[in-house]
């Protein structure tokens, strides 16, 4: 008769398995990038490898070895690093470990790698029209979101993507909005700042808003943002180099 004790750990061994095998679905993978975003890239990075010895985009972990270790990680921090414990919500957990799977399925930095940003600063502030709509380093337009640290925060393939399909992947803080007053006053714009009587937006005019809750008679997100694709406008050579000037732009 087997010993007890050898089936539990068998049963415990196989979860363990199971943890480190299991397949995520994409939409798992979307909501744990949000997560990653707001929690852990301001110490890792947009590709993970922000930290000496660690490359969360290719699997390279100092001590996690399952998906399950990386919960834990994620949960109770590294006592004597600088890993602290995550304010994390349990079922956010889950698709976090699915982003970080992810990253490893798309070459993080080859468009940066074959592009110029010597280049794409040019073709960003002048074929490509750019800075009509945004800031780098204090040059350039409110219209759209500051980008001086852009390199940062978004991982090379996003930032292309963004390129050709701005309405794919917009950040929440960066959505326009369709405003409609109720003396009939229109414009569109995307929130500043809020609570719980007033809303900012700052419209295409770059001009700041400041409404009254009451005042507002329609408040829709607009669908399209303003931002152009570029995928017809400039060549892959170019939509590499402006690529490459953007992942070079992490601020101070």
């Known amino acids: 008769m087997r010993n007890p004790g050898s089936i539990v750990?068998?049963?415990?061994?196989?979860?363990?398995s199971l943890a480190a095998q299991h397949e995520y679905t994409p939409t798992e993978a979307e909501i744990g990038k949000?997560?990653?975003?707001?929690?852990?890239?301001?110490?890792?990075?947009?590709d993970g490898d922000q930290i000496a010895g660690i490359d969360l985009g290719h699997g390279k972990f100092k001590r996690a070895k399952t998906d399950?270790?990386?919960?834990?990680?994620?949960?109770?921090?590294?006592?004597?690093?600088?890993m602290p414990a995550q304010n994390i919500r349990e079922q956010q957990l889950?698709?976090?470990?699915?982003?970080?799977?992810?990253?490893s399925s798309e070459p993080a930095g080859q468009a940066a790698a074959l592009g110029d940003p010597r280049r794409g600063k040019l073709i960003f502030e002048g074929k490509g029209g750019?800075?009509?709509?945004?800031?780098?380093?204090?040059q350039g337009s409110y219209a759209g979101p500051d980008l001086?640290?852009?390199?940062?925060?978004?991982?090379?393939?996003?930032?292309?993507?963004?390129?050709?399909?701005?309405?794919?992947?917009v950040l929440p803080q960066n959505r326009y909005f369709h405003v409609m007053l109720k003396n009939g006053t229109t414009f569109t714009g995307r929130i500043y700042n809020q609570d719980t009587f007033t809303v900012e937006l700052l419209d295409s005019q770059q001009k700041l808003r400041t409404i009254s809750r009451s005042d507002l008679k329609e408040f829709t997100l607009v669908k399209n943002p303003p931002m152009p694709s570029y995928k017809d406008k400039l060549s892959a050579q170019e939509?590499?180099?402006?690529?490459?000037?953007l992942a070079s732009l992490k601020g101070v």
């Not at 750019?130 to 204090?138: D, L, M, P, S, Y």
């Not at 940062?152 to 992947?169: E, F």
């Open 94 to 103: 889950l698709p976090l470990v699915a982003f970080l799977r992810s990253l």
């Open 130 to 138: 750019c800075a009509g709509c945004h800031r780098v380093r204090g």
């Open 148 to 169: 001086s640290e852009i390199g940062g925060m978004r991982r090379s393939a996003d930032l292309r993507r963004a390129l050709l399909d701005p309405a794919a992947d």
């Open 34 to 46: 949000g997560v990653y975003l707001n929690n852990c890239v301001y110490c890792h990075g947009p």
């Open 68 to 82: 399950e270790d990386l919960m834990n990680i994620i949960r109770n921090g590294i006592d004597g690093t600088g």
């Open 9 to 16: 750990g068998v049963l415990l061994l196989s979860a363990v």
């Open 239 to 245: 939509l590499n180099d402006v690529v490459a000037y």
